[in-house]
T-cell receptor
Framework: QKEVEQDPGPLSVPEGAIVSLNCTYSNSAFQYFMWYRQYSRKGPELLMYTYSSGNKEDGRFTAQVDKSSKYISLFIRDSQPSDSATYLC????????????FGKGTKLTVNP | ETGVTQTPRHLVMGMTNKKSLKCEQH?????MYWYKQSAKKPLELMFV???????ENNSVPSRFSPECPNSSHLFLHLHTLQPEDSALYLC?????????????FGPGTRLTVL
């Protein structure tokens, strides 16, 4: 079983739709959970950062972490064509110098 | 220049060539990273430097040789590469290697090995 599983898509939605992106993981020691957004021909940029369980909201974006199910989600409300990108989940154990472990990324297209 | 910059943005090389990728961070960070991004695969961490010392080497073939002359610059020297090494090579930096610090990525170098 891979440490982090993420459906690569592609995912295509109409403008205004609610988008749900998900990752599952196997390492119960992960405590930091991140979502990166990567536009074509660009490097990833951090979108959301959550520590341990719970929800975090930032504008149209909501990140959820369910540690009991080893499942994280990113919701995008009122999706826009500018949200079209690849979304990467990433996670890390607490403390020390453990590396970030990434999912494969989900390619999202929001159609006008 | 701001953030993390990488040059060149695109590179095509033969298997017998020697080339170098350059990364520069303008953020005052202490840690720098090289990642490999291939299609349909997760980002693979290759090397980590913290305060100019290599702290992580993820079983990367010796045909990839990193160099960190100071905390702002990171190089990846390439020689006798294979076609399967074709990928996007991303540089990143963070405030420190340990802890919860965000990693900031450069735009990457798209490498094609013929």
């Amino acid at each position: 079983q891979k440490e982090v599983e993420q459906d690569p898509g592609p995912l295509s939605v109409p403008e205004g739709a609610i988008v749900s992106l998900n990752c599952t993981y196997s390492n119960s020691a992960f405590q930091y959970f991140m979502w990166y957004r990567q536009y074509s021909r660009k490097g990833p940029e951090l979108l959301m950062y959550t520590y341990s369980s719970g929800n975090k909201e930032d504008g149209r974006f909501t990140a959820q972490v369910d540690k009991s199910s080893k499942y994280i989600s990113l919701f995008i409300r009122d999706s826009q064509p500018s949200d079209s990108a690849t979304y990467l989940c990433a996670m890390k154990v607490q403390g020390g110098s453990e590396k970030l472990v990434f999912g494969k990324g989900t390619k999202l297209t929001v159609n006008p | 220049e701001t953030g993390v910059t990488q040059t060149p943005r695109h590179l095509v090389m033969g298997m017998t060539n020697k080339k170098s990728l350059k990364c520069e961070q303008h953020l005052g960070h202490n840690a720098m990273y090289w990642y490999k991004q291939s299609a349909k695969k997760p980002l693979e961490l290759m090397f980590v430097y913290s305060l100019e010392e290599r702290v992580e080497n993820n079983s990367v073939p010796s045909r990839f040789s990193p160099e960190c002359p100071n905390s702002s610059h990171l190089f990846l020297h390439l020689h006798t590469l294979q076609p399967e090494d074709s990928a996007l090579y991303l540089c990143a930096s963070s405030q420190d290697w340990a802890g919860r610090h965000e990693q900031f990525f450069g735009p990457g170098t798209r490498l094609t090995v013929l």
